[in-house]
């Protein structure tokens, strides 16, 4: 290819000046070359009369430098480590979308956790409720016409578990949230057990049973055919019934009755045994607590005393008072949550008492 003065080939020096008036060997012709705009017309391309003026050069659409630049090979270690980097971001998101371990879960596989987490499991909109005097979870629920197990679920509670007065609590907005739920019992009271650790730390692991003293005094034996056979006696006397044992489905969500008297009232043993747990309980709620060991399979528990009367390891008599009435722990207001256990674990305390009268007054047995 030759080259002009012009510095184009002459191909393309012939291709440019063509439609010129003259060719380009004569200097005195009137030259017309394409240029990037025109300024009157503010039309692109333009015109131009003067050889001076830039023009617009065909380019090949070749790189002047490295016509082909390789693609970088990314080494497959790379490719591993960005792959597992990957991989762990969206584990750590399944785990996180859902809290797994939160304050209480039910039962239920790892499986169900995972597939939970990452399709069905969100929160319901929920408002806050700050609870007032004498306020229980299934009368509130009642009141806003919602589950009592969505109460407990999004507040994390123990199965029988009570309000606090005063404290602002999740009740969810959609009325069916909750319906079947079953909330985790507090620990060690998952299966019946006896007394591997009869003086425990909390009420719930003081196993009562029939490895006891041979001094302790024991209630009659009654048997599991005959509750009645017991004899147990009213805890609070001259109290009025607030609430008892209550079922929902399959699970129990008030594990006791409540008697309410006034502040102060004394709280008596509902038969003879041995203190096994004295003391304050801020786990689940019931504060100043007692949990007596009446023999043959039968204990009982009395919650949300005001002031103990008694010490572990101390034998009582029936009638005996243990300490005052009160709102300690989680209470909205002065009463007794009274527990009866077999086996250690609670049943309704109405199989052992004939009326709501004979166990909130003195019934001589």
Known sequence: MSWTSNGFPEDDERQFWEGAADAPENPNASVQAVVAQDFSTRRLPALSDTQQAPVIVRGSGVAMGMPFLKRRERPLTLRIAV????????????????????????VGTAFQALASSMVLNHRPGYFLYTTVQNDTPEAVAKKFHVQPGGIYELN????????????????????????????????????????????GPNWWNSNAG?????????????????PLGYKLTSPNWNSYWVRGFIVYGTWVYHTGVDLAANWGNPI???????????????T????FSVKIDHCNHVSTVYGHMAKLLVTVGQYVTQGQPIGWEGSTGNSTGPHLHYIVEWNNLWVDPMLYYTSKYTISHYVSP
């Open 268 to 282: 008596h043993a509902a038969q003879q045994g041995q203190v096994i747990w004295a003391g304050y309980d801020s």
């Open 210 to 226: 029939t490895n006891i003293p041979s001094e302790s005094p024991c209630a009659p034996n009654g048997g599991a055919n005959n």
């Open 284 to 287: 689940n709620g019931l504060g």
């Open 156 to 199: 994390g509670m123990y199965a029988g578990e009570e309000f606090s007065i005063g404290v602002a609590y999740k009740i969810p907005n959609d009325p069916n949230y909750g319906k079947g739920y079953v909330p985790p019992s507090i620990p060690s009271m998952t299966a019946a057990h006896f007394g591997s650790s009869r003086f």
């Open 83 to 106: 792959l597992t980097l990957i991989t762990c971001i969206l584990v750590t998101g399944i785990f996180t979308i859902s809290p797994l371990g939160g304050n209480q879960v039910g």
